[in-house]
Nanobody, 127 residues
Framework: HVQLVESGGGSVQAGGSLRLSCAAS????????IGWFRQAPGTEREGVAG????????TYVESAKDRFTISLDNAKRTIYLEMTNLKPEDTGMYYC?????????????????????WGQGTQVTVS
């Protein structure tokens, strides 16, 4: 079965950077889309970044464009979210997720309904 374990969260000051990692196992690489989501207390879960099954197309929420980068290391079976110039509004629990097959960019990569497997999350706090 699919297992996803996130790490790399922490507390940083505004303007700082973090790299989140998601160790993944139990699914066929390059066959499923991968996403990063976040949820702040009292808010709905929000798609932050997604990469399609081909690993060639990415989509970001507007607030993360030019600051966040999603990437895959298939050899290490790890998914990353590089976050720079962090802002207090980036605070939340961050989850990686594995979803359906599909190629091409688009908002579908940021919709949690497209994802079936979720990690336990890692907390990011920006002050």
């Amino acid at each position: 079965h699919v297992q996803l374990v996130e790490s790399g969260g922490g507390s940083v000051q505004a303007g700082g950077s973090l790299r989140l990692s998601c160790a993944a196992s139990g699914y066929t690489y390059n066959r499923n889309c991968i996403g990063w989501f976040r949820q702040a207390p009292g808010t709905e879960r929000e798609g932050v970044a997604g990469i399609d099954a081909d690993g060639t197309s990415t989509t970001y929420v507007e607030s993360a464009k030019d600051r966040f980068t999603i990437s895959l290391d298939n050899a290490k079976r790890t998914i990353y979210l590089e976050m720079t110039n962090l802002k207090p509004e980036d605070t939340g629990m961050y989850y990686c997720a594995v979803g359906r097959t599909g190629a091409g960019p688009g908002m579908w990569l940021l919709m949690d309904i497209e994802y079936q497997h979720w990690g336990q999350g890692t907390q990011v706090t920006v002050s």
